[in-house]
């Protein structure tokens, strides 16, 4: 029998690697991990599901766990697991690079254009934390996102697209497609 153990996921890659630290005394070997991120490209809608593959890692976490570089890549055969049981379940989804970075305030239109430059079409917190966590502690982690605000460098406003997500899936519907996740994993 599989079991589980369902808990929230921190903000900020020092907190969530903390509880992933926790949880994996008490015995965890694969995690399923959804959030939002925001999105760099205006042409990424709101609440679509977004594979992360590889991360610039602009956050401080991820140097106390693997070497130093600006990027960490996923591993390669958690991600191939996880497209494979959403191709099976007939979910879309897109892959992309993230800019994980430490300062949400800080997400200025001209660092979000360097990130743009190197490839990136999502911003969030945790992911390159995440990736090195994994690839060190020899855990799987089963990670997606789903789109939330834009950071518009064209007008350098914030957009919340609060009207777009309302309309869109819910946190809940993400909720029962990482259980769904969680069942088909073998
Ligand atoms: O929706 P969650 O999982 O919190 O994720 C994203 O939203 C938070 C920032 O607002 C960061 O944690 C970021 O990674
Ligand atoms: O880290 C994040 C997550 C969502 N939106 C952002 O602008 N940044």
Redesign the pocket.
């Given at each position: 029998m599989q079991k589980f153990t369902i808990a929230g996921?921190d903000?900020?890659a020092p907190a969530l690697i903390g509880r992933l630290e926790e949880l994996m005394s008490g015995g965890i070997e694969n995690v399923i991990l959804f959030?939002?991120?925001g999105v760099l490209d205006k042409n990424i809608d709101a609440h679509q599901l977004i594979i992360p593959t590889s991360a610039i890692r602009d956050e401080g976490t991820s140097f106390h766990y693997v070497p130093a570089s600006n990027e960490i890549q996923m591993n390669p055969n958690s991600v191939a697991k996880l497209t494979m049981i959403l191709d099976e379940l007939n979910v879309g989804y897109m892959t992309a690079k993230t800019w994980t970075t430490d300062a949400?305030f800080r997400e200025t239109p001209e660092k979000a254009k360097e990130r743009i430059a190197m490839g990136c079409s999502v911003v969030?917190?945790?992911a390159s934390a995440v990736a090195a966590w994994a690839r060190y502690r020899h855990k799987n982690v089963y990670q997606f996102f789903y789109t939330?605000d834009h950071l518009n460098i064209e007008t350098g406003v914030w957009d919340r697209r609060s009207d777009e997500r309302a309309q869109a899936p819910s946190v809940y519907d993400f909720f029962e497609l990482a259980l769904e996740i969680g069942i088909r994993l073998k």
């Open positions: 996921a903000l900020g959030g939002t991120c949400i969030d917190m945790e939330a």
